[in-house]
């Protein structure tokens, strides 16, 4: 495939099928919260809607508390939380929402993501209020059912509909559903020493941009792809990688990684060129920029000279350009 092509392709096969992704049932409109209400979020089903594939699920109504129902919270009791109800204490469904949590992971199939509804608990990703014996809450929990399905399901990204309000976030959760369904579809095709060799190429300066340590740790692992126990290696890397990536990249991390692409332009570029561009990234730098516009010159800058290995770098087109999230950060 050439240069261009590659390019195109990397650029096309983000469109080319909706990825699956858990998300909380109220968050998508519909009816199941403790008044019979919603907290339909428009991003999610406007926006979002376009490259995701949702899949609800509201794990309250799932064990039985009915719609309406009265309402539950967090309660610390000695070293236990338990989920009770706010009007009487012995309604505890807590073991039912842990024992749901541990079907759905099991049952989930091949999801790509998962947004939680903020402040819930059973749903709540963090600072989910805990109620100590005095009726004193701190924002200190963790949803029942979000805690297990978390753990059970550590590679998933996950992420609450509140904290997609933040640019910076937005960015990071969905850039790491796109890698999460690039990596399943590799395990579907069957995972190779070149095949992985060729994922953690495609993905290097993505990996930079977000942790320089993961970023070396992961290149060893690759540089013995061709040992003994690919299987393992392969747990190894994805488990690493989706840590890492966690890490949202800060300006300095992207201002390193185009400096790096930079210099595979060493050559190409005459002087006012090359001066717009360390503008560019300097402008960026001191916040006067959005990431956007470097990253929107320096891939001029290749479709002009195109480098058979930076072309095909995800960090260029990590996520849809019609989703702008690097429009703002």
């Not at 406007?46 to 949702?54: I, N, P, Q």
């Not at 997609?164 to 995972?191: K, P, S, T």
């Not at 890397?237 to 692409?261: G, T």
């Amino acid at each position: 495939m050439s240069t261009r092509k590659k390019a195109e392709s990397t650029e096309n096969e983000l469109l080319l099928e909706k990825i699956r992704v858990g998300v909380s049932s109220c968050l998508l409109g519909q009816e199941v919260r403790f008044d019979g209400g919603h907290k339909r979020d428009n991003y999610l089903t406007g926006t979002l809607s376009s490259y995701f594939d949702f899949i609800p699920f509201c794990p309250e109504a799932a064990v039985g508390l009915g719609i309406p129902r009265q309402p539950i919270r967090l309660v610390r009791r000695g070293e236990e939380i338990r989920a009770v109800g706010v009007r009487t204490p012995e309604l505890d469904p807590t073991d039912e929402l842990a024992a749901f949590a541990e079907r759905t992971a099991r049952q989930l199939g091949e999801i790509s993501g998962y947004i939680l509804k903020k402040e819930s608990p059973s749903c709540g990703m963090e600072r989910v209020k805990i109620y100590n014996d005095k009726g004193m809450p701190e924002r200190k929990g963790v949803g029942i059912y979000a805690g297990v399905l978390m753990q059970r399901l550590p590679l998933l990204p996950v992420e609450e509909e509140g904290r997609l309000g933040d640019a910076v976030l937005r960015e990071n959760f969905i850039g790491r559903v796109f890698v999460y369904h690039r990596w399943q579809r590799l395990v579907r095709e069957g995972v190779t020493a070149n095949k992985l060799i060729e994922f953690h190429s495609d993905h290097k300066f993505l990996i930079l941009s977000h942790h320089q340590k993961a970023y070396r740790e992961l290149g060893r692992l690759v540089a013995d792809a061709g040992g003994s126990d690919l299987d393992k290696r392969a747990g190894e890397y994805i488990a690493i990688l989706m840590k890492a990536l966690k890490r949202p990249a800060k300006p300095r991390q992207h201002v390193n990684v185009l400096e790096h692409l930079l210099g595979f332009l060493k050559g190409h570029l005459d002087k006012s060129d090359r001066e717009e561009m360390v503008e560019t990234i300097a402008q960026y730098r001191e916040g006067l920029l959005p990431l956007i516009v470097p990253i929107t010159l320096i891939r001029h800058h290749f479709r002009r000279h195109p480098d058979p290995y930076v072309m095909r770098q995800y960090y260029l087109s990590p996520h849809p350009k019609e989703l702008m999230l690097r429009n703002s950060i």
